[in-house]
């Protein structure tokens, strides 16, 4: 790790430089693509049109031009020798981040065909596999069918009911909501269940089409570019090729598919907020009140500096969270507590960030024809999606044990960044046991980093979380019952492993620490509230309130080292400024 600051033009995704030189060149020429079909449009074009319902196939014939969802999301195995095709994790990321880049409603056809896909590609159904494979290639996109306006999510309960038919198949009839892409998607993979069989066993995952007579779209459920729909089906046939999986093999294919999903989800969020950012910076380096410019307010400079680090934060840490999904096996299943964190800290992360510049672009971040009019009014989305932050952080809690007090021979995966195949990603199998998924010891990455100010505060406050395991533990009712007690109990833990990553991902990159450190003044302070929300729970107990009194930890400030991020952030002021 370097002692001085670094150039700022590598850490943030700007596309009039942008050029990822580790990625393959088929690779390369396709996000720059990408780009470069944005920049032409223009932002008048698209702040324009995100404040219309007009469906974007402008956008969608962009893609099918240059077989981008071909290339990205068609697995090796039904590639037909095409070796540019592959579902490769690294470059998917670059890919959601660039989308996020220039609006979430151009990211929300991708995810859902993600989505749409991920039933397919785990399927033993050669036949729909191969019409999958086939639809891509002449530029279709794909719809996920498991919600309902009456359930939600909750893949337990589904009024998607199945008839057997004489001589096989099913007419399957009911409806879904808020199905992204429900409009025109080739294939809608659909989760229901069978009106013959009882229980986990009768739950059926089938591919519909949307243009079939029997497959009724009823609306889209938002005002935007994105079609949200809800449709019926009406005795729709489901023919043995339409089956995709049945029984558990359903259910668990639902929720693998939501693994690989819910990942995207950070990626865009730091891509609106990095146009957020450049957006907010420029416009404040460039106005001047009382004879003074805005960035040089104190209050101004203490905004922009936070979220700059914590955009940093969330940056090093989604890059290294790849290398556990691209890395992971039966044996190594680590990847389904990073995923996770992925989806709800980093997303919640870049909330928080436009939130932050709001309080600096404020009126401008109003105006019909600045970008973060549009983001901030949606980012707060992203959260919400493929389950909530709560849902989410109670997940997280199931791993606590096993990676705090973790010993297991495990190593950190190599970085992965090579042009390969993540076949894994569609036979993860089964869901259950993640209470017993293996972690090595989570320390020497903190040891390696403890000459770091902030690293060794922070290290003192995830030492004493382990300590207060044992003597300030939860009662009875907070683990089973308490679920808001849960949830600041899960946000405390889930900050360690956000540390780890963010530490080996500063090792691989070489991060100044400089950059380390205000990162980690951060997340003392992010510890330091979580512990006083924790203290003030109904349920805490008087050893629990003593122990969140004594995590509280003033971060290290360093003025120098803040003087020296913030010239970081005022270079990028004008650095990059979207056309048109």
């Excluded at 938002?222 to 489901?238: N, T, W």
């Excluded at 049945?246 to 907020?273: D, H, R, Y």
């Amino acid at each position: 790790m370097t002692s001085a600051t670094a150039s700022t033009t590598s850490r943030l995704l700007n596309p009039g430089t942008y050029d990822p030189e580790r990625l393959d060149p088929a690779t390369r020429r396709l996000l720059r693509a990408t780009i470069d079909w944005f920049e032409a449009k223009g932002k008048a074009a698209i702040t324009a049109e995100v404040r219309t319902d007009v469906w974007y196939a402008d956008f969608i014939a962009f893609l099918a031009r240059e077989r981008a969802f071909a290339t990205l999301l068609t697995p090796a195995r039904e590639a037909g020798g095409d070796p540019d095709k592959r579902w490769d994790t690294a470059r998917n990321a670059a890919f959601n981040e660039i989308l996020g880049f220039y609006g979430l409603s151009y990211w929300y056809a991708w995810q859902v065909t993600i989505l749409g896909l991920g039933p397919i590609w785990q399927s033993e159904n050669a036949v729909a596999r191969r019409r999958a494979a086939g639809l891509l290639d002449q530029g279709a996109v794909f719809a996920f069918g498991l919600s309902e306006r009456d359930h939600g999510a909750d893949i337990y309960s589904t009024d998607m009911v199945l008839e057997p038919r004489p001589g096989g198949g099913f007419a399957a009839t009911g409806g879904k909501y808020y199905i992204g892409n429900g409009n025109v998607a080739g294939m809608v993979s659909v989760f229901g269940r069978r009106a013959d069989v009882e229980g986990p066993e009768g739950y059926v995952f089938f591919a519909a089409d949307s243009s079939h007579p029997n497959y009724k779209l009823r609306s889209n459920v938002v005002h935007g570019q994105m079609y949200v729909s809800a449709f019926d089906l009406e005795d729709y046939p489901v023919t043995p090729d339409d089956v995709l999986h049945t029984g558990v093999a359903a259910f668990e294919a639902a929720l693998n598919t939501i693994n690989v999903g819910k990942f995207n989800l950070g990626f865009c969020s730091l891509g609106m907020a990095e146009h957020c950012f450049y957006e907010t910076v420029t416009q404040a380096e460039g106005r001047v009140l009382f004879g003074k410019r805005v960035t040089e307010f104190g209050q101004v400079r203490r905004i922009l500096s936070e979220a700059y680090v914590r955009l940093l934060a969330g940056k090093l840490y989604a890059a290294r969270a790849v290398d556990y999904v691209r890395g992971a096996s039966r044996e190594d299943r680590r990847y389904l507590l990073f995923t996770p964190i992925t989806k709800m800290q980093v997303t919640s992360e870049g909330e928080r960030i436009v939130r932050l510049l709001s309080e600096v672009i404020s009126a401008k971040g109003f105006e019909r024809d600045s970008f973060f009019e549009s983001a901030k009014n949606i980012i707060d989305g992203l959260p919400k999606l493929e389950g909530t932050v709560h849902v989410n952080r109670a997940l997280t809690l199931k791993f606590l044990p096993g990676y705090l007090f973790g010993t297991a021979p495990l190593e950190a995966p190599v970085q992965r960044l090579d042009a390969a195949d993540d076949a894994f990603l569609f036979d993860q199998g089964p869901t259950r046991g993640l209470g017993k998924i293996a972690f090595p010891d989570w320390r020497p990455v903190f040891d390696a980093f403890a000459g770091v100010p902030n690293v060794a505060r922070f290290r003192e406050q995830a030492d004493a979380l382990v300590a207060m395991i044992g003597d300030a533990a939860l009662t009875p009712e907070q683990l089973t019952a308490d679920l808001d007690f849960q949830q600041s109990m899960a946000q405390l833990f889930t900050l360690i492993p956000y540390a780890q990553l963010i530490l080996e991902q500063a090792q691989l990159e070489d991060t100044p620490a400089d950059v380390v450190d205000s990162i980690f003044e951060t997340l003392v302070r992010d510890f330091s509230a979580t512990a006083v929300e924790l203290h003030g729970k109904a349920s805490s107990t008087e050893d629990q309130q003593a122990w969140a009194l004594s995590a509280i930890r003033k971060p290290v400030v360093d003025p120098a080292r803040g003087d020296r991020i913030y010239d970081e952030v005022r270079a990028l002021a004008g650095a990059y400024v979207m056309p048109g």
